[in-house]
């Protein structure tokens, strides 16, 4: 993945391949994961690993994901600025499921302990 920083590219290959375990182990043990479109009744903050990797788990039951296109991704000191386009599946009918992505994510000691997720909730109508 062309400017990507390596523990970024290695984790999203990981989710790729379903390995929620590899995705997780860029998180610091308090790092917090927010969703700011969330749309109402689902989350919008979630402290903690354990927490962010229970919310996460159950996707992997209703979204293959595939591969990223990148569009633009900055570097400014401890925080990483991405934007992509996932190009997945959805589980149960196999049908094609685009999600635009901005990511605000931070580090601390090599560990992210803040990740602004910028999805749009309202592509997964499909889902």
Do not use: C
């Not at 043990?29 to 159950?58: S, W």
């Not at 209703?62 to 992509?84: S, Y």
């Amino acid at each position: 993945m062309t400017d990507v920083p390596d523990w970024l590219a290695t984790a999203i290959e990981a989710w790729v391949k379903g390995d929620l375990d590899g995705w997780m182990a860029i998180y610091a043990e308090d790092a917090v994961h927010e969703f700011p479109f969330a749309p109402p009744g689902a989350p919008r903050r979630v402290e903690g690993q354990a927490a962010i990797a229970k919310l996460l788990r159950p996707l992997q039951q209703h979204i293959r994901f595939g591969r990223f296109d990148l569009g633009r991704v900055r570097q400014i000191g401890d925080e990483t600025i991405l934007e992509a386009t996932g190009h997945h599946r959805v589980v149960a009918t196999d049908t094609p499921l685009d999600l635009d992505y901005v990511w605000f994510i931070t580090r601390h000691d090599g560990k992210v302990t803040h990740f602004r997720d910028y999805m749009n909730p309202l592509q997964l109508s499909g889902s």
